[in-house]
């Protein structure tokens, strides 16, 4: 098959990898039928130092089951699935209180000898607790929208959940890439009565205007000076979490979805007299597909607006560049 792999920072390629197979009978192997980059993959791509051996890359994918291990329940041959950006089973302990990207049997595409999804096809460990089915085919429109259930619907979801975002609060979402822009959704959904989104390209906080955005000013302007209720950081440096705290209003909640790219950040006492909680961290992706999957069939929420760019498999070295010079927001993978 064709998948891609990264070899260093801006070194992307294509090329032919050994065909998935069965090789635990917790195992599946599905056909990609869409794929694309995640924000996070930029990362590496930005820093990775350079090596003689590819990692293979991307993690959010949907597709059709082309086989499966003895142990496999729930899906067989011919499904359409999703899978979240972590695999799992589904049963331990910290997935059954909805923690499932801390599952004690689960892990990472792309590591410990498990394919990437930004290729032709994937061997999934822990099939029967990872992958769901969907009730769609591969023609269906939908698809795209169905794809951001595998990480950054899920991931948007997760900072307004850990950010507490009830009806009338006034939520604050910082960065304007494809998580903010999901978590403008999953505020919106979930009833805040103001959403501000702060970013730095027009089209971006145009798209998220319509999906709730009250405008982009001063956040204490727009809140009566008094600060957003919650803030939901989906940049990961520390400038973002600087603004966070600056826009918070005591007594409120900051939720961290960025991949943080410090160490240390403004957690003293001046936090502490603010009574500020801080929250946040790796959507467990699998624990909000069931929630979220009807608004998605029923069209409530079409989280498929956020690609602005599909590519075929080849072209996915471009793809990457359009993302990181910020040319396209989310890069869809046709392979």
Not at 67 to 89: I, N, S
Not at 284 to 311: C, H, K, N, S
Request: with cysteine.
């Amino acid at each position: 098959m064709r998948a891609t792999f990264m070899y260093g920072a801006g070194d992307v390629r294509v090329e032919n990898a050994p065909d998935p197979v069965i090789q635990q009978p917790t195992d599946a192997v599905v056909r990609v039928v869409l794929s694309c980059v995640c924000g996070s993959d930029l990362w590496p791509y930005k820093s990775m130092p350079a090596g003689e051996q590819g990692r293979p890359m991307g993690h959010e994918f949907l597709g059709v089951v082309e086989e499966t291990g003895a142990d496999v329940t729930g899906v067989k041959r011919g499904d359409m699935v999703v899978a979240p950006f972590t695999y799992c089973d589904n049963t331990c302990d910290y997935c059954r209180k909805g923690l499932h990207s801390s599952c004690r049997n689960g892990g990472r595409y792309g590591w410990d000898g498990v394919d990437g999804g930004q290729g032709e096809a994937v061997r999934v460990p822990q099939a029967t607790g990872t992958l769901v089915k969907l009730p769609v085919g591969e023609d269906s429109e939908l698809l795209p929208s169905l794809l951001s259930l595998s990480d950054v619907l899920g991931t948007g979801h997760h900072g307004a959940v850990t950010a507490g975002v009830t009806r009338g609060d006034s939520v604050l979402v910082i960065g304007d890439g494809a998580v903010g822009l999901s978590a403008v959704l999953a505020a919106k959904r979930l009833g805040a009565a103001q959403i501000v989104l702060m970013g730095r390209h027009t089209a971006r906080t145009d798209l998220g205007r319509d999906c709730g955005e009250e405008g982009i000013a001063r956040v204490r302007d727009l809140t009566d000076s008094r600060g957003a209720d919650r803030v939901i950081e989906a940049v990961g440096t520390e400038q973002a979490l600087q603004a966070a705290f600056g826009s918070v209003t005591d007594g409120g909640a900051i939720s961290r979805l960025g991949v943080p790219q410090y160490e240390l950040g403004p957690i003293g006492p001046a936090m502490i007299m603010r009574n500020i909680t801080l929250t946040g961290g790796v959507s467990p992706a699998r624990a909000y597909i069931e929630e979220l999957l009807p608004d998605v069939l029923d069209g409530t929420l079409a989280p498929g607006r956020l690609f602005d760019r599909a590519v075929g498999l080849d072209e996915v070295p471009d793809g990457y560049r359009a993302m990181a010079d910020r040319e396209a927001l989310k890069v869809l993978i046709r392979p």
